[in-house]
């Protein structure tokens, strides 16, 4: 048997479930969706992993999805293909550092990002995703409270500009999009006059300012069939190509640039642990969960959920 068909014989014979991110190889994606699992973003996979019934979910992604899985289904077995598969938000915000930064900001509200690591949610009172982040900031703001943001710099300063709220930033950053260049992507739209420019917020500010439309993957996603145009110029993680292209296969992506002139690789936006999953490797996971499985302890589940709780909560409030 080929390794496809293996995997949905494993996926069968155990009950289990495929969770995938869009950022993924394509084939994991396709297969997902043909054997009753989903692909999504990370607060939709937050979403489906609470709700499914399964009793072992297989998370094809980075690490900090498969936590957030395990924190809110604690009673399932949580696997993933890689547990190696990390990010560069969750390294670059240690936990013990974090909270040195959190003591000299003690009047703030803890709002971070879905890409931390379990430790980091633990000391929130917020955990938001990119698509819903700004709806909380502005709830936020508006009963005035500050606000300490962590990790992602970019994402912190496009929500404090946008929600006139008083933040204070951790200075994170994602490899993949702290590579956009604004200067190139310039040259593009000179290229391509009639193409709408798709940017995810974690981009830096010189790129967001080329945007016709910032926001999360779900958001750049939906813009694809909304607008009439033709061609789109897409500032994210090239793994989204493909879920775009399903959705408009006549209509023309152009990755954004990632490198000046002259470069080898114009556009390189691919996230290295995202694509450290692999059909072999969820074969594997599904054959020897013990090596690929996501542990917490008690506490620390029970500390890292209410965070993430109130930003489902609230969700559901704005019909999110």
Known sequence: MDTISLIKRELKQQGAVLVAHYYVEPEIQDLALETGG???DSLEMAKFCKIHTAKTLLVAGVRFMGETAKILSPEKIVLMPNLQATCSLDIGCPADEFAKFRAQHPECTVVVYANTSAEIKA??????TSSIAKKIITHLHATGQKILWAPDRHLGTYLKEKTGADMVLWQG???????????ELAYTKQKYPNALVL????????VVKHADV???T????????EFS????????DQGILHEMKKQEPTKTF????????????KSCAFCPWMQMNSLESCLEALQYQSQHEILLEPQLIERASKPILNMLQFAQRVNL
């Open 38 to 40: 989903m692909v999504g």
């Open 173 to 183: 950053s994602c490899v993949v999009h702290d590579e956009f260049k604004g200067e």
């Open 218 to 225: 779900s958001r750049l996603l939906s813009a694809v069939s």
């Open 229 to 236: 145009n033709d061609t789109f110029i897409v500032a994210t």
């Open 254 to 265: 152009i990755p954004a640039p990632t490198a000046g002139k002259g470069a080898t690789c």
């Open 123 to 128: 000391q929130s009172d917020w955990v938001v």
């Open 199 to 206: 940017v995810h917020p974690e981009s830096p500010a010189e």
């Open 214 to 216: 910032v926001g999360s």
